[in-house]
């Protein structure tokens, strides 16, 4: 479960690297950001940061958990900054019902056939606030939510050609994503 990653500090620190890349670059942008944007800046930065914690914790397999609940925390920093305006409550129950769907995919061991569907959860609240929100986030939402739905059904529902390619190369443009919306304009918010 460690996401095929040699347990060792320097794996740590090439896994660590892109998400730590994106964070400077949201660090560095949001000074010149209006409060509106560096608000939502300050959110992505800390999801941004718990997504570090959690890809430095999954390397090593003993440490799943825990790098599962970095990453919801990441989800829910992320929650936060994408909001709940525009609400797009037609779009909630086509995420709920399909990510329902997807965990009857999946056989997690005893230990996690709690954590993983709340988890789940998470993830899709995540990406559902995302594609509210629209443009980068959109993307970026959509993108993680696929890692992580690639990487669910690799460990918990059978095997996967290419995982570590399709799970990795589609979470760091997930992250990329949403990093980049942070720099995106303020978008109005209009009633």
Same mark, same amino acid.
């Given at each position: 479960m460690g996401g095929g990653w040699d347990p060792s500090p320097t794996a740590v620190a090439a896994k660590c690297a892109p998400i730590l890349?994106?964070?400077?670059?949201?660090?560095?942008?949001? %000074?010149?950001?209006?409060?509106?944007?560096?608000?939502?800046?300050?959110?992505?930065?800390? %999801?941004l940061i718990l997504s570090a914690l959690g890809d430095a914790l999954l390397v090593w397999p003993q440490h799943f958990i825990a790098g599962m609940a970095a990453f919801a925390g990441a989800h829910v920093a992320y929650i936060a900054a994408f909001g709940f305006y525009p609400l797009k409550p037609l779009l909630a129950p086509i995420c709920y019902v399909a990510c329902a769907y997807y965990m009857t995919l999946l056989s997690p061991p005893e230990g996690l056939k709690v954590l993983v569907p709340v988890y789940g959860m998470l993830l899709t609240t995540m990406a559902w606030r995302g594609v509210a929100r629209g443009r980068a986030a959109a993307a970026g939402a959509l993108l993680f939510l696929i890692s992580d739905a690639i990487l669910g059904y690799s460990l918990f529902g059978g095997p996967l050609q290419y995982r570590q390619v399709l799970v990795m190369s589609t979470y760091y443009l997930g992250q990329l994503g949403i990093a980049l919306s942070a720099l995106e304009p303020a978008q109005v918010a209009v009633p």
């Open positions: 890349c994106l964070l400077l670059v949201v660090i560095l942008h949001q %000074g010149s950001l209006g409060y509106e944007k560096g608000w939502y800046a300050r959110r992505i930065a800390a %999801g």
